[in-house]
């Protein structure tokens, strides 16, 4: 069964500084990643995801996401941050191919940005 | 634009009641899933359904929960009697999942939540 861990279970930024939420997974095999994020009182959105091909990827709001096989990771990134982006950053994972799979989330990242 | 429904958003129930939680998936989506997510956890999945056929629930406590899906709009997940322990968000979410290529993944579109109190 594969896991995912995240290193940084909260995080305080000033606004305009750079984020990079760690995200870690184990699974022997080839693995779809996603990032999600969830608003206050909201429910999860996702930000973006990798399937196949390039290992960098875009999502909304200006975050991206580096998959690299070899650490068996998939830090999210965004160059500036704003005081929108106070949520909760979950990292999840299901193995390639499992289609009805359901997704193995990390415990998530509280991030606070301060204006 | 397509969202997941769920009812009752909130539920607030005694320790020994029955509850039933609601999710309507997305139009055209196969596939269903429960997830409940808690402070010390985090977010679990509790089961899922492909074309409202269980395929796994080994997440699920399942001497007091259980998952049905009456048909292709309307899943649910009843928990009997009900705990504190059980207090919790709950969340459905569906997808699209397409054969032809074999098995293959779409994004899961995640509903509301039911915030669930059981005193």
């Known amino acids: 069964a594969q896991s995912v861990s995240q290193h940084n279970h909260h995080v305080i930024l000033s606004e305009a500084a750079s984020l990079e939420l760690g995200c870690n997974y184990s699974?022997?095999?080839?693995?779809?990643l996603f990032w999600y994020v969830q608003y206050p009182g909201q429910h999860l959105q996702l930000l973006l995801k990798?399937?196949?091909?390039?290992?960098l990827v875009k999502g909304i709001k200006g975050f991206e996401a580096e998959f690299i096989k070899s650490k068996f990771s998939f830090n999210l990134r965004k160059p500036s941050v704003q005081w929108s982006d106070t949520a909760e950053y979950f990292c999840?994972?299901?193995?390639?191919?499992?289609?009805?799979?359901?997704?193995?989330f990390g415990k998530g990242t509280h991030l606070i940005i301060q204006p | 634009d397509a969202r997941v429904t769920q009812t009752p958003r909130h539920k607030v129930t005694e320790m020994g009641q029955e509850v039933t939680m609601r999710c309507q998936p997305i139009?055209?989506?196969?596939?269903v899933f429960w997830y409940r997510q808690t402070m010390m956890q985090g977010l679990e999945l509790l089961a899922y359904?492909?074309?409202?056929?269980?395929?796994?629930d080994s997440g699920m406590p399942k001497d007091r929960f259980s998952a049905e899906m009456p048909d292709a709009t309307l899943a649910t997940l009843k928990i009997q009697p009900s705990e504190p322990r059980d207090s919790a968000v709950y969340f459905c979410?569906?997808?699209?999942?397409?054969?032809?290529?074999?098995?293959?993944?779409?994004?899961?579109?995640f509903g509301p939540g039911t915030r669930l109190t059981v005193l």
């Open positions: 359904f492909r074309n409202r056929a269980p395929l796994d």
């Open positions: 979410a569906s997808g699209l999942t397409t054969a032809g290529q074999g098995v293959s993944y779409n994004e899961q579109f």
């Open positions: 699974y022997g095999g080839t693995v779809n």
């Open positions: 139009l055209g989506h196969n596939t």
């Open positions: 999840a994972v299901n193995r390639e191919g499992g289609g009805a799979d359901g997704l193995t």
């Open positions: 990798y399937f196949s091909g390039d290992p």
